[in-house]
C-alpha cells in the first residue's frame, strides 16, 4: 500500500475482486489505517476502502479517523490524510457522515 506502483494494484483489487477474497489482505491494511491515511501512496488505498469497500470495513476507517479530537484535527490537517476525510464525508453513511461533520466542527483552532 505504501509503493508507488503497488498502491495502484491494490486500488484495482478493491474495485474488482469479491470483498471475501480480499478479507485477510484489507483486515492486515485496516490494522495499519493509521499509518496509511497519511502517506504519500496509502492514502489512495484507504479512499479506496472508503468507496468501494465493506461497510464494516468503511465503520473501522471512521473510527480510526476520528479516535480522539488531536487525531481527527492531524488528519483534517494533513496534507493527504484530508483527502481520506473528504472521502469518508462523501461516501459513508449519512449517519456516519453526519457524525464526523461534528466531530470535525467542533474541533476548535
Known amino acids: 500500500a505504501k509503493h508507488r506502483y503497488g498502491c495502484r494494484v491494490l486500488e484495482r483489487l478493491i474495485e474488482h475482486f469479491p470483498p471475501q477474497e480480499l478479507a485477510d489482505l484489507v483486515s492486515e491494511m485496516l490494522a495499519d489505517a493509521r499509518s496509511l ?51 469518508a464525508l462523501s461516501y459513508c453513511p449519512v449517519a456516519d457522515q453526519r457524525f464526523l461533520a461534528k466531530k470535525v466542527l467542533d474541533i476548535s483552532g
Open 37 to 87: 491515511v497519511g502517506h504519500p501512496f496509502g492514502n489512495f488505498v484507504m479512499q479506496h476502502l472508503l468507496e468501494h469497500g465493506e461497510p464494516a470495513q468503511r465503520r473501522h476507517l471512521v473510527a480510526t479517523i476520528c479516535r480522539t479530537r488531536e487525531e481527527l484535527w492531524w488528519i483534517a490537517a494533513h496534507q493527504h490524510a484530508c483527502s481520506v476525510l473528504d472521502k
